[in-house]
């Protein structure tokens, strides 16, 4: 017995004849598609990631940390982009210049859950800032995460310096940074589509914008000069530019897949703009409440996987459980770690110097020259 499935989409009605019997081997959205495999695999990842937000949002109402700032909405896009990533340290792997709602991007390049949670708990067993910063300020050199910083946007313009070392070293290695549509404001972002596109010297930069449509509290359509955040780039005849819906990870993922073979093969820019949502507002300190009037891009996957039969409802379930009871027992776990202590505020603040031995208890300059 055969079924018709039927996919609409702007670009027209997709219409698949398949067996009941077995799953797909392809799922498709419009003209894109990827594996059912892949398929599975980016579903799983975006659970495990809602599962580790929804849980801090939780330990920053219920006391256990003291603020809390993500991406509930974005998973499509961050497990997309740190699926595709080459991961590893130095200029033949991929430089990472991340903001503060790209858990998604972290978990699926390999972060253990505790630790984005030591960092939301500020433990002083964060691997990243030892309890200093807010969650969502991740560092990693083995990886080329470079530190992610509570300054808005300056990422657009630290990604220049790395590109510049891949263009110069060779090989395949990009840049790839990440913002949002309202960082796009400073100077900081011109400046790095400035830099990326000079004649001659044009540098291997994937830029993206992750659009999810608010500044905090302001509408970006009362802000944006544009009506596409991608249009930026058409003074720049070097960059190509797309914007797309990453609300479906079908799609986001072929985007994301395009933008970086353009980079990596004609080390040149690219601009993305990822359309997202925002589920739970700015951050903690705007209440974290759900809005339902946004798309829920886990839950429109969710349903996709099933009308196409690549999964069924208790499957899905028992993902859900799995991702709940790892994302629980970290925060178990981590709940019983040493926190800092006054004796830990300037540690690790300055590098070893010549000058300790004259200011052994204390920084306060270099010794007056004689």
């Known amino acids: 017995m055969q079924e018709v499935a039927e996919d609409s989409s702007s670009f027209g009605s997709h219409r698949s ?220 005849p070097s960059t190509k530019y797309e914007t797309v819906d990453c609300n479906d990870p079908i799609v986001c993922w072929n985007a994301i897949s395009r933008a970086m073979r353009y980079c990596r093969e004609q080390r040149k820019p690219f601009l993305l703009e990822a359309l997202v949502s925002r589920l739970h507002g700015h951050s903690s300190s705007s209440g974290a409440q759900r809005d339902f009037n946004e798309v829920d891009c886990v839950a429109q996957f969710e349903q996709k996987l099933i009308d196409v039969g690549a999964i069924d409802a208790e499957q899905v379930r028992l993902m859900k459980d799995d991702a709940k009871k790892e994302i629980d027992d970290a925060v178990t776990e981590v709940m019983r770690e040493a926190r800092p202590t006054k004796a830990d505020v300037l540690t690790h603040t300055y590098a070893p110097s010549e000058v300790d031995a004259v200011y052994a208890t204390d920084y306060t300059g270099l010794p007056a020259r004689r």
């Open 17 to 236: 004849v398949r067996s009941l019997s077995s799953p797909p081997l392809v799922i498709r959205s419009g003209r894109d598609s990827i594996s059912v495999e892949l398929a599975l695999t980016i579903f799983r990842q975006m659970i495990r990631t809602r599962a580790l937000e929804e849980r801090s949002i939780k330990m920053s109402k219920s006391g256990e940390a003291y603020f809390w700032i993500g991406g509930p909405g974005e998973e499509a896009f961050n497990v997309c982009l740190g699926m595709q990533l080459k991961r590893g340290a130095g200029p033949d792997y991929d430089y990472l210049h991340l903001h503060y709602r790209n858990a998604g991007c972290m978990l699926a390049l390999g972060m253990a859950p505790a630790d984005h949670i030591r960092q939301l708990a500020m433990t002083a067993t964060d691997p990243y800032s030892r309890g200093r910063n807010f969650v969502g300020h991740y560092a990693v050199p083995a990886w080329n995460v470079v530190p992610v910083t509570s300054v808005i946007e300056v990422q657009y313009v630290m990604a220049i310096g790395t590109a510049h070392v891949q263009k110069r070293h060779g090989g395949e290695g990009i840049s790839v940074v990440v913002g949002g549509e309202a960082g796009t404001a400073e100077g900081d972002f011109e400046s790095c589509l400035l830099w990326s596109n000079r004649p001659g010297r044009e540098l291997p930069t994937l830029i993206t914008v992750t659009n999810n449509h608010m500044g905090i509290s302001t509408q970006a359509e009362s802000q944006l000069g544009t009506k596409r955040v991608a249009d930026r780039a058409k003074p720049y």
